[in-house]
């Protein structure tokens, strides 16, 4: 019953809807009427848009082009859907798209998508100081008395017919106050070619003079239907309809700090960092910085992250900043990028997660545990992470290379003899592997190394160095990399080979200070030079309420960390704040259950919506396990991070520090949260110990500065748990 009801009322507002655009139509068409020079196709094109004005959007008609003598801009609009600069072309002959260029009539007309395009980049430049991302302002050509839909490069080729529902699929962007700021910039950039105001409500205006150019012959009364030339009413009340449900885009998506908008416009004569503590909006610049590459280029992008979630997170961001370019972007985890780009070239790979951890268990019974790795550290997880991290994430083949190697983000101090049972444990290992033709990660990438460099890989593909081939591989126009200190130096050298030193080509997104896997590398050893303008650093904390961030700091102040440049950074930081509102409440219980409990009733006392906008999040795979108990039996909904992709569903999300990487949430819950964060024991702590304890920090600080609004830390009083580490993200 309540579904009829709703689709009546719906039925209801689409016909008062059709109504209100047939009035409203009828008296721009009335307006536009007036616009002497202008053709009668281009007058109902301008109808459809004075429509809007009536709406609150901003028109200016006919306008100057600076710089130039002759050259004028059509239109610009401004509106809640963001800003569109306008070419109406009148052309008798149908519009084509061939390739990537634009026909009519038999004849090629690239000129004109030129000049649009280069005019909108004037627009986008006055613009940025505003903080207006370039990503909002868009090119439109629109071809009166046609229907047409087609893009051509970063302009929307559109038919009179198509125009109207483009406009209104738009979103919410702007709101009002920002549209007559935007409307007035953009005023006083393109001048009127006589006195004109910013375009008021076509209603408004009834008894004024119109906004059409000098001269050209008037047109006799059209009637109301003539007016509405192939405007598609029905199509239009749809898209207004669906407009009308939706929630309005967050601000980041449109507005950047100017700082930001620039850096997404800045052209960079070859590979570029941009760096900057948690929070500071390095991921919103990149997105933007794609979005705007992908529609100012021909080419496809690719935006890679190590963590297999934050791809499907920042797919669906890149959706709602930028449809119409969002297919022109893949986004990938790394490792499925390399798994899926062999696969597509007929390379078999095996990769098989637990055979290849039964592969590494062999050999640490066979070779590891007898000799003298277990005095320096007893946990074979930790000589494991030697090899993936260190030996194999740096591609190193030859054991004089691992000698003499500096084992970045690794404190026990090897001697020679203790590299030499590494070396052995490692071919141990290797051998295993080959045996039952397994792949893991670091073959896949290496394999992919070598594919992209122009060679065979080998069909073992353990390392890579060295191995610079021919026929480099160039599959993408650019390669965006975020949270890049988690990369292997393979992994860099992967992504750097798929485009170069190319201009515009690699961006390298990140914070040493956030790592979150042992092991590291420098930019120099992966052959890749940034210098000058092409290193930039964020320091705005966009996120974290001042609270939130203070007890984050606090856990890595001691911490020195060394970027991906090399330079070594005191682990507290200057960050300039929003001064946000946040709080931290810490709940000290007697018991692991008493603890639970609490951490129970805070859920509980949250609202659908205030849940479904909140964080659990653990350090260990176990404690997730927990929890999902926990919860499920307490009835609360939970949403692993797992299958999370940054669209609104509802339950907690729960998941490891490891995961929650990138994401942000208005609420985070850490029980047990200092655990492991302290080397555990009254003795003195081992090199090792205190690695762990150090990393474990660094996850908490990650895990802590994903919280907005509020976070809830959790811990038990007087347990000394052992240190531990997150389980692979
Ligand atoms: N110009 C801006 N205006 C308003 N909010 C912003 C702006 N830039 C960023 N933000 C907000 O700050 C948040 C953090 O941005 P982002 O995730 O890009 O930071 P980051 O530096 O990549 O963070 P981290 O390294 O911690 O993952 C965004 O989700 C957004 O809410």
Not at 187 to 208: C, D, L, N, T
Not at 220 to 240: I, K, M, Q, T, Y
Not at 346 to 355: E, Q, Y
Not at 377 to 388: A, G, L, M, T, V
């Amino acid at each position: 019953m309540a579904a009829g009801n709703s689709a009546a009322r719906r039925a209801q507002q689409a016909r008062r809807q059709e109504r209100l655009l047939r009035e409203q139509l009828r008296a721009a068409g009335a307006e536009a009427r007036r616009w002497e020079a202008a053709s009668e196709g281009e007058r109902r094109v301008a109808a459809q848009l004075l429509a809007f004005t009536e709406r609150g959007w901003r028109l200016l008609v006919d306008r100057r082009w600076p710089g130039t003598r002759a050259a004028n801009v059509d239109m610009l609009l401004v509106g809640q859907g963001g800003v569109f600069v306008l070419d109406v072309k009148n052309w008798r002959a149908a519009p084509e798209v061939r390739g990537d260029a634009l026909w009519a009539g038999g004849q090629p007309r690239d000129e004109h998508a030129r000049k649009l395009a280069r005019v909108t980049g004037v627009a986008e430049g006055a613009l940025v100081a505003l903080g207006l991302s370039p990503v909002a302002v868009r090119p439109l050509m629109v071809f009166a008395g046609h229907r047409f839909a087609a893009r051509l490069g970063p302009i929307d080729l559109l038919g009179e017919a198509e125009l109207a529902p483009y406009l209104w699929r738009q979103g919410k962007r702007l709101p009002p106050a920002r549209v007559r700021a935007v409307a007035e910039r953009l005023a006083e950039v393109f001048p009127a070619y006589r006195p004109a105001a910013v375009s008021e409500p076509a209603r408004r205006r009834a008894a004024a003079p119109g906004p059409g150019g000098p001269g050209g012959p008037a047109v006799g009364s059209a009637g109301a239907d003539e007016a509405l030339g192939l405007f598609d009413v029905a199509a239009v009340r749809d898209a207004a309809l669906a407009d009308a449900l939706a929630a309005p885009i967050e601000r980041w998506m449109t507005f950047l700090h100017s700082d930001q908008a620039s850096l997404v416009r800045r052209d960079w004569a070859g590979p570029a960092r941009i760096s900057g503590p948690a929070g500071t909006g390095k991921t919103v610049v990149a997105l933007h910085r794609a979005a705007r590459l992908a529609r100012s280029t021909n080419g496809r992008l690719l935006y890679v992250t190590f963590a297999n979630n934050l791809p499907r997170v920042q797919r669906t961001f890149l959706r709602t900043l930028a449809p119409s370019v969002a297919d022109r972007v893949e986004f990938s985890s790394l490792h499925a990028w390399a798994g899926e780009y062999l696969r597509a070239r007929g390379v078999a790979v095996n990769l098989r997660g637990d055979a290849a951890e039964a592969a590494f268990g062999k050999a640490w019974f066979e070779v590891g545990r007898h000799g003298r790795l277990p005095e320096i550290d007893r946990s074979p997880q930790y000589w494991r992470d030697e090899i993936h991290h260190v030996i194999k994430g740096r591609g190193l083949t030859g054991f004089e290379q691992y000698a003499t190697v500096r084992r970045l983000r690794r404190r026990t101090a090897l001697r020679r003899a203790d590299r030499e049972a590494v070396w052995e444990l490692y071919e141990a290992y290797e051998r295993r592997r080959a045996e039952r033709g397994l792949h893991d990660f670091n073959d896949v990438l290496a394999m992919a190394l070598e594919r992209v460099r122009g060679g065979a890989p080998a069909a073992g593909a353990a390392g890579t160095a060295g191995t610079a081939g021919t026929a480099g591989e160039r599959p993408y126009r650019a390669v965006v990399v975020d949270e890049v200190q988690d990369l292997t130096l393979v992994g860099v050298r992967l992504l750097h080979a798929l485009v170069g030193d190319a201009p515009n080509g690699l961006l390298l997104v990140g914070d040493g200070q956030q790592a979150v896997y042992p092991g590291g590398f420098r930019l120099a050893e992966a052959g890749v030079d940034i210098r000058g303008d092409r290193a930039q650093v964020l320091r705005r904390n966009y996120r974290n309420g001042h609270e939130i961030l203070r007890a984050a700091m606090a856990v890595v102040a001691d911490d020195t960390f060394e970027d991906i440049d090399g330079e070594r950074t005191p682990g507290r930081r200057e960050v300039d704040l929003e001064y946000r509102d946040g709080a931290v409440v810490r709940v000290v219980a007697p018991s692991p259950g008493e603890q639970d409990r609490e951490l129970l009733d805070a859920l509980r006392a949250l609202t659908p919506d205030e849940l479904a906008d909140a964080a659990l999040l653990c350090a260990s795979k176990r404690a997730i396990d927990h929890y999902q108990r926990l919860l499920a039996r307490a009835g609360v909904p939970v949403c692993p991070l797992e299958g999370y992709a940054g669209s609104a569903v509802p339950g907690v999300k729960l998941g490891s520090y490891r995961r929650a990487k990138g994401l942000e949430f208005k609420r985070v819950f850490l029980p047990h949260h200092d655990e492991g964060t302290v080397p555990a024991g009254d003795g003195e702590p081992s090199d090792a110990d205190r690695e762990r304890a150090e990393l474990a920090r660094g996850q908490l600080f990650v895990a802590m500065t994903r919280a907005r609004d509020l976070l809830w830390l959790g811990s038990v009083k007087g347990t000394a748990a052992p240190p531990r580490v997150a389980p692979p993200g």
